[in-house]
């Protein structure tokens, strides 16, 4: 893969987009979903796709309770784990591949969450969003999850034009110092939910507005 190379004058920009959000959020690494341990986080990131973290926060904090572990998740009936998750949606896929992706944690990873890319990926349920969830707030490698909020607004900020979540991921890892691979979902997180909203943006309230390509127009 050819190395981006930015202009004098867009690395500046860069730069001085990553300032802002360091100033305005803090370097503080957060992660919202609620867990525990590994797996709890690998179990919720399952449970976040196509739902809110707040209406998974309020599921997990039950279902923890009766699903304490990975050999619990293990030995899960389908169709109890169904009614537990339900309100999570796409609860069929969902609980069929926790329990399968609890299953070869144990019997291929000894009951550990795996730390690479490829073993994680290698997990039902599991793509490169979530591994990367777990490989940024478990392990502190540095990744970039690409969720809604980060296509969106990366594509505002002019940092990717793609589409494809895996090709926005290496377009943002070309074009965002190692160090803030992690940080960057978490300040684009609270961004999106703020000022830069999907159906609404409230660009002449934020601070980006003369650095992004979208709000200085």
């Given at each position: 893969m050819t190395k981006k190379k930015l202009?004098?004058?867009?690395?500046?920009?860069?730069?001085?987009?990553?300032?802002?959000?360091?100033?305005?959020?803090?370097?503080?690494?957060?992660?919202?979903l609620n867990h525990e341990t590994p797996w709890q986080l690998l179990v919720a990131t399952i449970l976040s796709a196509q739902c809110t973290d707040?209406?998974?926060?309020?599921?997990?904090?039950?279902?923890?309770?009766?699903?304490?572990?990975?050999y619990a998740f293990a030995k899960a009936d389908l169709k109890e784990l169904e009614q537990d998750i339900h309100a999570t949606g796409f609860y069929?896929?969902?609980?069929?591949?926790?329990?399968?992706?609890?299953?070869?944690?144990i019997t291929e990873f000894g009951g550990e969450v795996?730390?690479?890319l490829e073993d994680l990926t290698s997990l039902a349920g599991v793509g490169r969003k979530t591994a990367n969830v777990i490989r940024g707030n478990i392990?502190?490698?540095?990744?970039?999850?690409?969720?809604?909020?980060?296509?969106?607004?990366?594509?505002k900020l002019g940092f990717t034009k793609e589409e494809d979540p895996e090709k926005i991921e290496f377009d943002l890892m070309e074009v965002l110092p190692k160090d803030h691979w992690i940080l960057y979902n978490i300040h684009i997180i609270t961004l999106g939910r703020t000022i830069c909203t999907a159906r609404s943006p409230k660009c002449e309230e934020c601070f980006l507005k003369d650095v992004c390509k979208t709000g200085s127009r």
């Open positions: 202009s004098k004058t867009e690395q500046a920009r860069v730069a001085e987009v990553l300032r802002r959000l360091d100033e305005q959020y803090t370097t503080e690494y957060r992660c919202y707040a209406r998974v926060n309020i599921v997990t904090e039950d279902l923890f309770k009766k699903y304490p572990d990975v069929h896929n969902k609980a069929k591949n926790i329990i399968a992706c609890a299953q070869r944690v795996p730390r690479s392990y502190y490698e540095p990744s970039i999850v690409v969720d809604t909020h980060v296509k969106r607004i990366s594509n």
